[in-house]
């Protein structure tokens, strides 16, 4: 399991950036090679060269915030607020790199409680300052940056001192989690009373309960354990209006579920203070295992009927060809050709790696569902790997983020986005956006590597996630990915949902009345008014207008 990561840290994942997951000179060849690299790092400049503007934070406000929070829990010195400048997207890593101009909040705030918390909402009220909420800060859509929409001044309010597991009750499997417990910890303090939450997004490491409420994450295991709104059973919400706490009983007809509207609030309609959330007991065996299947259509059709079986493992991630391709040559340790000859034999030629998880409390039950899973999987002609690549893949599952700092070094353009369809569009969406990402990202003849994955299914279909590799255009980078980014949304729209689990933030706001429709905009704005009335809350983000 991995550790705990400083959520102040910025510009790379972990402290020791590259160096925590190098590049095999073999792996940088063949990289080099395929997207037409030049031989150069592009190491990230030094923080002293960030420009950070003055404080704009009126002085009666400050006096208001500290009588409140203290003045130590009031912080306006630049590095506290360069910090909490943007979230952990590229487009965000590369204005670090580069010194390009960041949204830096006018202060940071950091309450203790949820009573603090909506004093604190209060005082900005009073002084018209915006509000940004800071969980983890991993953001990949502009969640957290610190846009002050009319607002003469932006605060982020951190919660990473709201980190206390509040209460567990194991008859009815719930935890009140405070909303600034990040995941490591919450997995610790529910591991103690022999509990799991089984929520394992890719950045585990950092994020917090809150953020993945307030986002409707989804975890590598949400095909076992959910995605994060199915894990919700309560959300205590601090807002401009008052408090607000949802979630009396595991299911009610009293009209629609409002816990939705604060799920996946994104800090616009409120601060979520406490989330209760269904655990589940900590798992004492699990499998994972790898298996082959002969083209995406294959994988796809697989999947599907797994999902319609009701028989998905606890984990079920399947990589198209091109992802499958650079998951064997930047393993590195694998025997690449020596699998390859194995996979021919067995008459693949077009390998797509399947791999599946499952956690239980016996070995019984572990052997009873995989044997239906596998069961179901015969009827595919999939090809047994066997257990040492899937146990890899495990081993390696909150890898991306690390080997990320090593790719962004070396000059690569390296992103990621997601979508989902229902399984009769599903290939007909990953053509589109993929089409999009290679047009817009071919530079001098050389073709980007665009890699897609299935990591989240269900009955009606699944989630697509991208990865994208080019060489990156030094003159222009943000532009560069902010077209790609574009083109590929462009593509989405109509055939997808602008995204499965990021959220919408800025980054993906202009494409969201095309899936709501204006109606849908009209009840988010409505309900902004309601609780929100003079617009502080996290302006540019959810709720439009974009910016
Ligand atoms: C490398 C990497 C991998 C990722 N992998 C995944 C993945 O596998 N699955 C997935 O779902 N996501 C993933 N993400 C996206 C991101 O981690 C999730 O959106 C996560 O839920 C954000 O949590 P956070 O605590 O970091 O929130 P933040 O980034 O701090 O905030 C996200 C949004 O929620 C709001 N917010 C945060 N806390 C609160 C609160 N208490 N009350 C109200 N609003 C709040 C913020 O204002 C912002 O709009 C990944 C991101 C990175 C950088």
Known sequence: MSGLIEHTLRGTWTPSGAAAAPLSPRALRWLRQRIGLAETTTPAVPTSLLEVPDSALPDAAREDLVAVLGAEHVRTDAAARLARAGGMSYTDLVRRRSAAELAVPD?????????????VLEVCVRHDVAVVPFGGGTSVVGGVDALRGSKAAVV??????????VSLDPGSRIAVLQAGTRAVEAESLLGAQGFTLGHFPQSFERATIGGFAATRSAGQASSGYGRFEDMVAGVRLATPAGEWRLGVAPASAAGPDLRQLAVGSEG??????EVAVRVRPAPEHSRYEAFVLDGWQSGVDAVRVLAQGRVLADVTRLSDVDETEVQFELAGAWKVSALRAFLRSRGVRRPCLLVLGWDAASRS????????????LRGTRAVRLGRAVGENWRSHRFAGPRQRDALLDRGVCVETLETAAHWSGLSELRSAVRSALV???????????????????????????FTVLAARDEQDPLGQWQRAKRAASDAIAGRGTITHHHAVGADHLPWLGAEIGAVGEAVLAAAKRAVDPTGILNPGKLVGPAR
Do not use: F, K, N
Request: glycine residues 4%; proline residues 4%; neutral net charge.
């Open 365 to 376: 039950e572990l052997a009873q569902r995989r044997a239906a899973t596998l069961r179901v």
């Open 268 to 273: 616009a309609l409120g601060v979520i203070t």
């Open 156 to 165: 982020a309010l951190d919660l990473v001192r709201l980190d206390r597991l």
């Open 107 to 119: 202060a940071v705030l950091l309450p203790a409680d949820p009573e603090a918390v909506q004093a």
């Open 439 to 465: 047009r817009s990202l071919r530079r001098d003849g050389a073709d980007p590597i665009v890699m897609c994955h299935v990591s989240h299914a269900y009955e009606t279909g699944a989630s697509l996630y």
